[in-house]
């Protein structure tokens, strides 16, 4: 135990609050947690498994009488309290009047000072606006509503309304530049020549797509589920408008498990052999062709950083101001071969070079991350988020992709291929729009497991991992996801993941519950991870050290961070991209329709619905179409 620990545990122990709690409260709030929490005990609402009466139990035990109801440092702790609450569920401010009723439910006696109180301390910050949301937009129509002159009052926690505030400012930022990369007609060219090149098409509405990415400073390219392959292409055909017009192109996954999936979709539109299993993952042993330390940015490939020119942010081209010699027939040296990159190691290489950013699979990304790669981005880039906006929006606070589409102050396109829907995304449009239908799979693509209770779907779900799919499909356990609807119960993740490790990787647990070889997923970010990487965990030596999808490996300090990964949350699930997918509903679980459709379509080849709720499935799909958010994107970008 460290020094600080011991600290912070010696201050709990005088208020009455259990130890264990030391070592979050350090990390919550930083080197001088001891004496802060000394001074101000309602500072334990940092923790989200600490209540107000536990925190007041425990103030009166520090101050004595002087722990009062109507002390400004409880009352702002009540007021951070319920914007910490409000931003686990996505929302990034709150209206002042909901937030009063809400402080006030949990026993302010002055809502308005307690409003104050934390404004003053600076663990809330006061946002303002004239402008509403859209609330009627669609990515198809719309109308713009009349802008009110009345002021509405919002809060938000400092970090999470100041990361909201930077992301419109960088956009409008990009959005000022309005340089295009090409003109319509050499664009169009350009996506012509990269299809004769490389064997393959698109459709018209794809063909549009692209080329409204070169012409449009930021650009929401919207995609229905089953369109890896179309949107592969689409990133081809980008790559060669970037490499024509000597600006350079990055392309971001969220999740190093998610560019490594899309690193196979685009080996496969070029024609290249993707290998086998069809997707990333590694199995136990750690037996694989990249398991090397990640290299930085910049860096050569083969310890799974990005290599020059391949989303590193160095342009694939000359550099500016570079001129070159060609002789009569020669061209320009080929760009590297198209590749995407962790999100995390792309905006580590911050500033970058190139004039064209895209981020894949951007529903998943919330308001502070998407600000940390437009920020990176050069004035005069183009930044493209591709997504599809039947999506759960982001485990972290924002509502990007459909504020910046609400916004009307970017440009909206479609990718959409020309071919007949699969099984999966047959189902995952149905549920889309509200229905849960039983579909034709007659290469098992889809296949619906009933259960009559949480444990005997608990039950379906190892053997579908450990022997079911591998035997009938040919998809290896280290290829299939398990995506659960919650994580507590029979049938959540904690009690999923005890039964797949005693079948895949059975061990005493000997590193705080873990062992090598474990498969695990992160739930905090740190150097080369973010919250959602799947993994392998290969050595415990000063931290974990995981092996992520693609071969890179990292090293985790805090064994907090590390949860066990057969089976994750949708949530951590999104932004993650499987080969297969079993995804379960318990009984007696909220359901919506965003939730189930980002479940389905995290599978690219085969998903296993294992259903336990007695229709409520069904009824959630049908009834439950929306995950409402507070967020202020909309209006900053239109006030802007």
Known sequence: MSEAVEQVNAVLDRMGAPGALAPRLLAALGPGAAADLDA?????????????????????????????????????????????????????????????????????????????????????????????????????????????????????????????????????????????????????????AAEERGGFSVSDRTREAVVTAALRPVTVLSHGPGEAGEIARALLCLHAIAADSRVGIAVAAPTAQAAAALDAEIARARGADAGPGDGPARDASGKGDRAAAPAPPGDSADGGGPAEGEGSGAPDGPEEGERTEE?????????????????????????????????????????????????????????????????????????????????????????????????????????????VPDVEAPGREVVRVPASSAEEAAHRVVQLVTDSIPRALGIGAEDVQVVAAREDGPAGTRSLNAGCKERLNPGPGAHGGFDVGDRVVLAAAGPGFVPGDTGYLREVDRGAVVELAGGARVRVADPAALRHGWAVTVAAAHGGLWPAVVAVFPPEVPVSRPQVYTALTRATRHVSVVDATAGALEAGVRDNAVLERSTLLVRILREG
């Open 40 to 192: 101000n005990p309602w500072l334990l609402l940092r923790l989200p498994q600490v209540t107000v009466e536990q925190a007041d139990f425990c103030a009166r035990r520090r101050l004595g009488d002087s722990a009062r109801p109507d002390d400004p440092r409880r009352l702002a702790a009540l007021t951070a309290h319920v914007l910490r609450l409000a931003a686990r569920r996505g929302n990034t401010v709150v209206e002042e009047k909901r937030l009063a009723a809400a402080v006030g439910k949990l026993g302010a006696p002055a809502p308005a000072a307690a409003l104050e109180a934390a404004v003053a301390d600076g663990s809330a910050v006061v946002l303002e606006s004239t402008d509403e949301p859209d609330d009627d937009f669609d990515f198809e129509e719309g109308v713009v509503p009349e802008v009110p002159e009345d002021t509405d009052r919002y809060y938000a926690l400092a970090d999470v309304g100041g990361a909201e505030q930077r992301l419109g400012e960088e956009l409008l930022r990009l959005i000022g530049g309005n340089d295009p990369i090409m003109d319509t007609a050499t664009a169009g060219e350009t996506v012509e």
């Open 327 to 435: 002789g009569p027939g020669e061209g320009p040296e080929a760009p590297a071969p198209l590749r995407a990159v962790p999100l995390a190691d792309l905006v580590a290489g911050a500033p970058l070079t190139v004039g064209l950013v895209v981020l894949y699979e951007a529903m998943s990304v919330g308001a502070a991350r998407t600000a940390e790669l437009a920020a990176a981005c050069p004035d005069g880039a183009h930044l493209v988020l591709v997504a599809d906006p039947h999506q759960a929006p982001s485990a972290a606070p924002g509502r990007v992709v459909l504020d910046v589409a609400a916004s009307r102050t970017a440009h909206v396109a479609e990718i959409a291929g020309a071919e007949a829907p699969g099984p999966l995304a047959e189902l995952a449009s149905a549920v889309a729009d509200g229905g």
